[in-house]
């Protein structure tokens, strides 16, 4: 089975920075790309940045030049850094993976299970 676990979420004030860390582990053959959504209260799920295996890179507009998303493919791990934040980045985080389980089989979708990002001002 296959599972992603992150970490890294918190309380912080405007203005300051955080890092999210994603772990994909299970019997992975390989994965595609690995991005970040967040979901705020009474709001729909949006993509806040994507990365592909080869590390190109998508970014939503509210976060381009603040946010970096990055990736170790040796360790199966994706990472957000989040610099000058703002109250309305507030919601929880997921992470998702596109993994394949068998190599020319799939790839499927894997989510995290979130973690709350709370930008006082």
């Known amino acids: 089975q296959v599972q992603l676990v992150e970490s890294g979420g918190g309380l912080v004030q405007a203005g300051g920075s955080l890092r999210l860390s994603c772990a994909a582990s299970?019997?992975?053959?390989?994965?595609?790309?690995m991005g970040w959504y967040r979901q705020a209260p009474g709001k729909q799920r949006e993509l806040v940045a994507a990365?592909?295996?080869?590390?190109?890179?998508n970014y939503a507009d509210s976060v381009k030049g603040r946010f970096t998303i990055s990736r170790d493919n040796a360790k199966n791990t994706v990472y957000l850094q989040m610099n000058s934040l703002k109250p309305e980045d507030t919601a929880v985080y997921y992470c998702?993976?596109?993994?394949?389980?068998?190599?020319?089989?799939?790839?499927?979708?894997?989510w995290g299970q979130g973690t709350q990002v709370t930008v006082s001002s």
């Open positions: 990365i592909t295996s080869g590390g190109r890179t």
């Open positions: 299970g019997r992975i053959f390989s994965i595609n790309a």
């Open positions: 998702n993976a596109e993994i394949y389980l068998i190599m020319g089989f799939g790839p499927n979708d894997y």
